[in-house]
């Protein structure tokens, strides 16, 4: 799995300036491990000058319109507020920890509207996530 940069909010994010943040799409096992996934996403977003969350998408087994939607769970550190992303789009959660089911369109849209107004960190994360995702699968 490869990190890549998103626009929290999308279009209303970027109007409040929730700015951009790392994330990364897991499916099947991994999903077990978003909340460390998204914490290890959110110190290096914040080590990158992008703000201190980690977006982790995954769709759930029992989702309502899993063919078409995607959950997305925010984890921050350093006190910023995920919530008030997550309930933008339906969801909640609080501070350091919030999700949200969206379009897998709007997930895709988040994506490009970071990939126009990103500072070049999208590219850093890759194999750094790879050996964090790997070491879980490990312990399986």
């Not at 550190?77 to 933008?88: H, L, P, Q, R």
């Not at 920890?97 to 999208?122: D, F, V």
Request: charged share 15%; proline share 1%; glycine share 14%.
């Amino acid at each position: 799995a490869r990190s890549k940069l998103y626009q929290l909010g999308g279009a209303q994010g970027l109007a409040c300036g929730w700015g951009t943040c790392l994330g990364v799409t897991v499916q099947g096992e991994l999903t077990k491990f978003r909340s460390h996934l998204g914490n290890q996403l959110a110190q290096r977003s914040k080590q990158l000058g992008l703000k201190p969350v980690g977006l982790i998408a995954y769709i759930e087994a029992d989702m309502p319109q899993a063919d078409t939607h995607i959950k997305v769970s925010l984890r921050s550190i350093d006190g910023f507020d995920t919530s008030k992303i997550c309930e933008a789009s339906g969801g909640g959660g609080h501070a350091a920890a919030s999700s949200c089911i969206i379009s897998q369109e709007q997930l895709l849209t988040w994506e490009a509207m970071a990939q126009e107004t990103g500072n070049g960190a999208k590219q850093q994360l890759g194999e750094e996530l790879a050996g964090v995702i790997d070491s879980h699968v490990g312990q399986q």
